[in-house]
């Protein structure tokens, strides 16, 4: 499996702000993935992101509220742009490692925008 | 395309009862199913996988789930409950090896009564 670090881990903003979250892979991996859980609901992919192009996005998000960069193999950042309160969700970076078949997830990064 | 379905969206069990979560599934081509469990203020984690080989899955945590192609079912099993399962079980579905594809139910509340 891969371990994956995701920051910040929580954070609280303010209306109309953006803010920056960090995934950090300990293995080179080609797809890395950005998925948000709204409270009490599943997980729904915003994106799916490869190293050298553009993020491919899911039907309801685009780049614009969402910027995804992916410099490497193990870094990938996740933009919420002028944020509001409907954006508040645990925002989850993902990876499938290599051969595995499987998804492996961070620990999340839980945002509340007041 | 894949679907998930996940029959209770809350499941409570005494302390030693069996744990029983229900998941169905549809998908066009041979599917990879997954359990993950969501700890309260955690990310997700792996608890086991089918990818075609053995019906019958061990995961971690003393989990088990049998894949039944006739009722096209992943139900997730554990013979003793125990306080510390307590979490929100998700059930997804892959038609592929990549992330991209991956189908998420809409997640079981398991509460483990005293």
């Known amino acids: 499996s891969a371990v994956i670090s995701q920051k910040p881990s929580r954070d609280i903003c303010q209306r109309g702000t953006s803010l920056t979250i960090q995934c950090q892979v300990d293995?080179?991996?080609?797809?890395m993935f950005w998925y948000r859980q709204q409270p009490g609901q599943s997980l729904t992919l915003i994106a799916t992101?490869?190293?050298?192009?553009?993020?491919?996005?899911e039907s309801g998000f685009v780049i614009d509220k969402f910027p995804i960069s992916r410099p490497n193999l193990t870094f990938s950042t996740l933009t919420v742009s002028n944020m509001s309160p409907e954006d508040s969700s645990i925002y989850l970076c993902?990876?499938?490692?290599?051969?595995?078949?499987?998804?492996?997830f961070g620990e999340g990064s839980w945002l509340t925008v007041v | 395309a894949q679907s998930v379905t996940q029959l209770g969206s809350h499941v409570s069990v005494s302390e030693g009862a069996l744990v029983l979560l229900r998941c169905n599934y549809s998908?066009?081509?041979?599917?990879?199913l997954f359990w993950y469990v969501q700890y309260p203020n955690q990310g997700l984690q792996l608890l086991l996988k089918?990818?075609?080989?053995?019906?019958l899955v061990k995961g971690i945590n003393g989990f088990e789930a049998e894949f039944k192609k006739s009722e096209t079912s992943f139900h997730l099993t554990k013979p003793s409950a125990h306080m510390s399962d307590a979490a929100e079980y998700f059930c997804?579905?892959?038609?592929?090896?990549?992330?991209?594809?991956?189908?998420f139910g809409p997640g079981t509340r398991l509460s483990v009564l005293p």
């Open positions: 993902s990876v499938e490692a290599t051969g595995s078949n499987t998804i492996y």
């Open positions: 293995s080179q991996v080609t797809m």
């Open positions: 992101a490869n190293q050298g192009s553009e993020a491919t996005y």
């Open positions: 998908s066009s081509v041979p599917p990879y």
């Open positions: 089918y990818t075609s080989a053995a019906t």
């Open positions: 997804a579905v892959s038609g592929s090896s990549y992330g991209q594809n991956f189908v």
